[in-house]
């Protein structure tokens, strides 16, 4: 969860991912998952500039 919070707004240096290992398979659609809550709390806090973030993560889930 702590990674998909990390990427939610940015991507993180090279050297972080190099330190860090590699990620297991199937890491992309568990990050969809963990970034839908946040970015469904952000379109509701701060309106439909976030609305395209959610909308990514859903099509990652083909929700």
Not at 18 to 38: C, D, K, M, N, T
Not at 51 to 56: C, D, F, G, I, L
Request: glycine share 6%; hydrophobic share 50%.
């Amino acid at each position: 969860m702590d990674l998909a919070m990390l990427h939610l707004f940015g991507a993180r240096p090279e050297a972080f991912h190099e330190s860090y290992g590699a990620p297991e398979p199937g890491h992309e659609v568990r990050r969809a998952i963990f970034q839908l809550w946040p970015a469904l709390v952000h379109l509701r806090l701060f309106g439909a500039s976030y609305r395209s973030m959610v909308e990514t993560r859903l099509d990652a889930l083909r929700v």
